[in-house]
């Protein structure tokens, strides 16, 4: 993976193994999370509560989802990435997805790390 803080590198690992439990032990108790697609917010979550069932909802969507990171810069708290996407759906979904179907996109992540564990995340595609 691309030079990235240690945080940040494990919870995309866990990400692409649908491993939650690992995905919560990199995010702070305050995290905020935010999806952003075609300009518009479709998804947001703040604290770790809303967080894990809105992980635990897509780890279940996709049969499997991978995120590979193309490139990454850090300034400070705050490391951008860009990131190749390509998942599996498992089951039709209520945004038109259907089972069996192949997403592969492009987007861009930012995260802000403070105290070894990330605050906030904004994902764009």
């Not at 770790?48 to 992980?55: D, R, T």
Request: hydrophobic share 40%; aromatic share 8%.
């Amino acid at each position: 993976m691309q030079d990235l803080p240690n945080v940040i590198a494990t919870y995309i690992s866990a990400y692409n193994e649908k491993n939650v439990d690992s995905m919560l032990d990199c995010l702070a108790d305050t995290v905020h999370f935010q999806n952003i697609s075609d300009g518009a917010v479709t998804a947001e979550a703040t604290g770790k509560a809303e967080f894990a069932e809105m992980a635990k909802f897509g780890a279940a969507a996709f049969r499997s989802r991978q995120q590979t990171v193309t490139n990454a810069i850090t300034v400070g708290d705050i490391t951008l990435v860009e990131i190749d996407y390509r998942a599996v759906v498992a089951k039709n979904l209520p945004n038109g997805w259907e089972e069996g179907q192949t997403l592969s996109f492009s987007g861009a992540s930012a995260f802000r790390v403070e105290d070894g564990k990330i605050v906030s995340i904004v994902d764009q595609s």
